[in-house]
């Protein structure tokens, strides 16, 4: 099945520092690529959706200047958090979607960020 | 009216026992539907993927699409203590870029 990786799979940084999280598809092309965010026992809320080359469409409610995301390549994107505060602690996970098939999505493990 | 609804449980079931998850939806422009398992701190891991209705069989898993009843549901035969998870409901209607529209999410776990 497909891969998809994401790095680091855990960070702890200070309270106003900037973290990025790496998200690759790893044995195919991702068109598109998502970003989430769960909290403990929630399900998963869609952060903003990225086509490679063009600017991600964020959902209402997330800030873009604070969640700065980038998709370079067909098989890189990257979520910077920005100004990074202990609110911002989360599990945050990326999906991946070929330009192929009607909706799959493969998600990377995940990445646990704590706040201090 | 929520887009996808999924009751989270939780579910207790015995080593063995069928276990049936279920999800209803309100969108009728739902092509494609997904069951995901997340184990706690990891990802979903994608178990079925069905396009419209009907039905689709992997090893101890169906799932099973009835679109007149906007109704999914997934069995698990013979359940296993491994398969204690929290399995997600995702469905979309297939677009280039669309997003998956998730349920809560049903917690099971299998004694043994």
């Known amino acids: 099945g497909a891969v998809v990786s994401q790095h680091p799979s855990w960070v702890i940084c200070k309270s106003g520092t900037s973290v990025k999280i790496e998200c690759r598809s790893l044995?195919?092309?991702?068109?598109?690529m998502f970003w989430y965010r769960q909290f403990p026992k929630q399900s998963l809320m869609l952060m903003a959706t990225s086509n490679e080359g063009s600017k991600a469409t964020y959902e209402q409610g997330v800030e873009k200047d604070k969640f700065l995301i980038n998709h370079a390549s067909l098989t890189l994107s990257t979520l910077t958090v920005t100004s990074a505060h202990p609110e911002d602690s989360s599990f945050y996970i990326c999906?991946?979607?070929?330009?192929?098939?009607?909706?799959?999505?493969?998600f990377g493990p995940g990445t646990r960020l704590t706040v201090t | 009216q929520k887009e996808v609804e999924q009751d989270p449980g939780p579910l207790s079931v015995p080593e063995g026992a069928i276990v049936s998850l279920n999800c209803t939806y309100s969108n009728s422009a739902f092509q494609y539907f997904m069951w995901y398992r997340q184990y706690s701190r990891k990802g979903p891991e994608l178990l079925m993927y069905?396009?419209?209705?009907g039905n689709k069989e992997d090893g101890r898993f169906t799932a099973q699409v009835d679109k007149s009843s906007k109704y999914i549901s997934l069995f698990i035969r013979d359940s296993q203590p491994s398969d204690s998870a929290t399995y997600l409901c995702a469905m979309s209607a297939g677009q280039a870029g669309t997003a998956l529209i998730f349920g809560k999410g049903t917690t099971l776990s299998v004694s043994s």
């Open positions: 069905t396009y419209s209705s």
């Open positions: 044995d195919f092309q991702a068109t598109t």
């Open positions: 999906s991946a979607r070929s330009g192929t098939g009607g909706g799959e999505q493969y």
